[in-house]
């Protein structure tokens, strides 16, 4: 009885010892998770911008502090030390996302280079090269940290070579040799028996990928989109094959195999929120689906856009924060110091404070107005003509509703009209200088792609000069950037048209306050 008494006494020591030790390791965690917040989002942002690629120097030192940081919290050194490595990582991580703002216009060939390798698998297929490529490129920006821009220079052309060699391996490796062994599989398996058109087409695309390695050695974009079609479609006629022997060895009907590809559009159609009718065939479920996933990219866009904005005027809130709290500081230091002095002295301080307090408040009234005319400009576009959005105090209009055709820099005549509400857009802030950028899909050479996105800036800005008589000539300039900052998939028609694109920049600065303030 005694022993069984104690027994259940352990028991309940023991059960309370547990739930004491989980409650303290969840406290902890929390505790954790509180102090940590700040640098875990300062680090998180600087991965979104690739600073730990374009800012090597300034995201190391970053990692360093929060490891040492976590390694102290972890072993319980004290919160002090641990705070103030974590400031010291927040600072670093910052001026790395900072830097990088810079480091990805300078470093945009090389960033192109690196995301087509990525896109042909080199980073698994071509892993030595590829390692060679970015120990050359984090030796580039390493020394653009240091302010050597010729040493970054030459590093940066030499991580482009290797990078595209690591991309033309990967395809000859993963793409090429892996699409001859399934169209190799699919002779064996009689394919052409069942599936010929599809294995036709595969056979196809990967005559016509090895064709373009061999003649386009200044474009590794269309032989690569080449051979992973290649691919697909070898993969894709072997299903084929599969499924229609599968069909006959089950004896199906027609009726049957078209009942069931109708199960999946009707759960797509549903998911969207209505009801796939087949009485006309697929023609209509397809241009309701097609329509709801439109809306919600145009949904998408508008709120990426607005996004943008909020972050924005966050930004510019809480610069202002700052900046009263700096003067507070700085007022409650001064006085501090200046009792002592004379009444005079004081007092010039003083008016030097308000007339500080005065800019800001100019400043303020300056953000304000541009905040209306931003808002007029908005609404002069629909969302699948052009989004509009804010980048410090550029306004920018993408407009997705205008393209070109494939190679073309001449305006259609249909985009007139969306070019008259430029010009409106353009009106709206009538001092500021305005930023046509043009841009190409990824097909073609980088520097026919250059030429032909210049071309196409130059069109637009040729236009809007012979059309608004109020604009001032030298407020108005072109850039091409060719296919850098794509902003669709460049493997797909509808994504390359996307990228065939122009972008206005309304260049706003604190120099046309006057003109506001009209």
């Known amino acids: 009885m005694k022993n069984s008494f104690i027994q259940s006494n352990k028991i309940v020591v023991l059960s309370c010892l547990c739930i004491l030790l989980a409650s303290t390791n969840n406290f902890a965690q929390q505790t954790k998770k509180t102090v940590f917040k700040q640098a875990n989002s300062a680090m998180e942002n600087a991965k979104v911008m690739q600073a730990d690629i374009l800012s090597p120097l300034e995201f190391d030192n970053a990692m360093d502090r929060y490891n040492k940081a976590e390694d102290k919290f972890d072993k319980q050194r004290g919160i002090e030390k641990v705070e103030e490595l974590l400031t010291e990582s927040v600072n670093y991580f910052n001026r790395a996302v900072d830097f990088s703002i810079s480091a990805k216009i300078i470093f945009a060939n090389s960033l192109n280079a690196r995301e087509d390798a990525i896109s042909a698998g080199a980073n698994l297929y071509a892993r030595e090269l590829w390692l060679d490529a970015e120990k050359q490129f984090k030796e580039a920006a390493e020394q653009l940290g240091k302010g050597d821009r010729d040493d970054s220079y030459e590093a940066s052309v030499e991580a482009i070579a290797i990078y595209r060699k690591a991309e033309l391996s990967a395809i000859k490796t993963d793409l090429l040799a892996e699409t001859r062994r399934l169209l190799k599989k699919a002779d064996e398996m009689d394919v052409a028996d069942k599936a010929p058109k599809t294995l036709k087409k595969a056979k196809s695309l990967l005559a016509e990928a090895e064709k373009q390695l061999e003649t386009s050695r200044y474009d590794m974009d269309y032989p690569r989109t080449l051979a992973k079609q290649a691919k697909y479609e070898a993969k894709h006629a072997i299903y084929l094959y599969k499924t229609i022997n599968t069909m006959e060895n089950n004896n199906q009907e027609l009726e049957d195999v078209i009942l069931g590809m109708e199960k999946p559009i009707m759960t797509i159609a549903a998911t969207s929120g209505f009801v796939a009718e087949f009485d006309q065939g697929f023609h209509k479920p397809k241009e309701q689906i097609v329509t709801y996933v439109k809306d919600l990219q145009e949904k998408n866009y508008a709120l990426d856009a607005k996004n943008i904005e909020q972050n924005y005027m966050i930004g510019q809130r809480d610069d202002n924060i700052k900046v009263l709290i700096k003067e507070r500081d700085v007022l409650s230091t001064e006085f501090e110091m200046e009792i002592g002095k004379r009444t005079a002295d004081m007092n010039k301080k003083m008016q030097d404070i308000e007339n500080e307090k005065s800019m800001l408040s100019k400043r303020v009234s300056y953000q304000e107005k541009i905040n209306e005319r931003y808002e007029l400009v908005n609404q002069l576009f629909e969302s699948k003509d052009a989004l509009v959005f804010r980048s410090g105090n550029d306004v920018i209009i993408r407009m997705q509703g205008f393209g070109f055709d494939v190679g073309k820099s001449n305006i259609k005549p249909e985009y007139f009209s969306l070019l008259t509400k430029v010009q409106s857009a353009i009106s709206t802030f009538p001092e500021s200088k305005v930023i046509v950028q043009g841009y190409t899909d990824s097909f073609g050479s980088d520097d026919s792609n250059l030429k032909l996105s210049q071309e196409r800036s130059d069109a637009v800005t040729t236009y809007l000069k012979a059309n ?49 303030e009209k």
């Open 468 to 516: 608004m008589a109020s604009l001032n000539v030298g407020n108005i300039s072109s850039v091409g950037f060719g296919e850098n900052n794509p902003i669709a998939n460049n493997e797909t028609v509808e994504g390359r048209s996307k990228n065939r694109r122009i972008d206005i920049i309304i260049n706003n600065d604190e120099t046309i306050f006057s003109q506001l």
